[in-house]
């Protein structure tokens, strides 16, 4: 059963370029989730979105980020343009909630890894 | 401001012992907790949650302990293994957003064979 898929891994780039980071969520999960980790803030939740519909977006930072759920498996996070301060991990999760399963777990993807230079 | 704070970076424990990781948290509409475990070069992990009608929850070698008036709670691991070594995040949601899961920093456990 394959987990949550993100690509790439790794993404080095330079100040003022486009990035856009993937995510494919398990299967059958209803709930999507973008976690950024960094050494001074932790895991900070970005967006989720529920049935492809983002509901709350207030922890993305700035107006340069933007996300996306076309359909129920896959998603993107696009960051116009790129900043230094933006290098961290990022890490899509999924969860499957529907009917009472408001605190099923999230299962969270091997995440990427965001160098801007 | 972080809703759910974890003051300890980091725990050395020696294998065999009993890790005790601490958490707290401010948010009074906080009434899910969940603890996460995460190996470097991956992604965190579900381990174990605890509901605010509960003061313990058990599962094999790990307890969750909850004090709501104090708004802390903790993980204990007993016995510590080496393949216990890991980053453990705790988090926390509200009864009126359950879907929004609030991480803390992280405490990085070191278990010392």
């Known amino acids: 059963d394959a987990g949550v898929i993100q690509s790439p891994r790794h993404e080095v780039t330079e100040m003022g370029q486009e990035v856009t980071l993937r995510c494919k969520p398990i299967s059958g999960h209803d709930y999507l989730f973008w976690y950024r980790q960094t050494m001074m803030r932790g895991l900070e939740l970005l967006i989720y979105f529920n049935n492809n519909v983002p509901i709350d977006d207030s922890g993305m930072p700035e107006d340069r980020f933007s996300a996306k759920m076309p359909n129920a498996s896959f998603s993107t996070l696009k960051i116009q343009p790129s900043e230094p301060r933006d290098s961290a991990v990022y890490f899509c999760?999924?969860?499957?909630?529907?009917?009472?399963?408001?605190?099923?777990?999230?299962?969270f993807g091997n995440g990427t890894r965001l160098t801007v230079t | 401001d972080q809703q759910v704070k974890q003051n300890s970076p980091s725990l050395s424990v020696q294998e065999g012992r009993i890790s005790i990781l601490n958490c707290d948290y401010t948010?009074?509409?906080?009434?899910?907790f969940l603890w996460y475990k995460k190996y470097p070069a991956e992604g965190p992990t579900f381990l174990i949650s605890?509901?605010?009608?509960?003061d313990k929850n058990e599962d094999g070698r790990f307890t969750v302990f909850l004090n709501k008036s104090a708004k802390h709670l903790s993980l204990h691991i007993v016995p510590s293994q080496p393949g216990d070594s890991a980053v453990y995040f705790c988090a926390a949601s509200e009864k009126t957003s359950y879907d929004k899961v609030i991480f803390g920093p992280g405490t990085s456990l070191s278990v010392i064979p």
């Open positions: 999760a999924s969860s499957d909630r529907k009917g009472t399963g408001h605190n099923s777990p999230l299962h």
């Open positions: 605890i509901s605010s009608i509960k």
């Open positions: 948010n009074s509409m906080f009434d899910y």
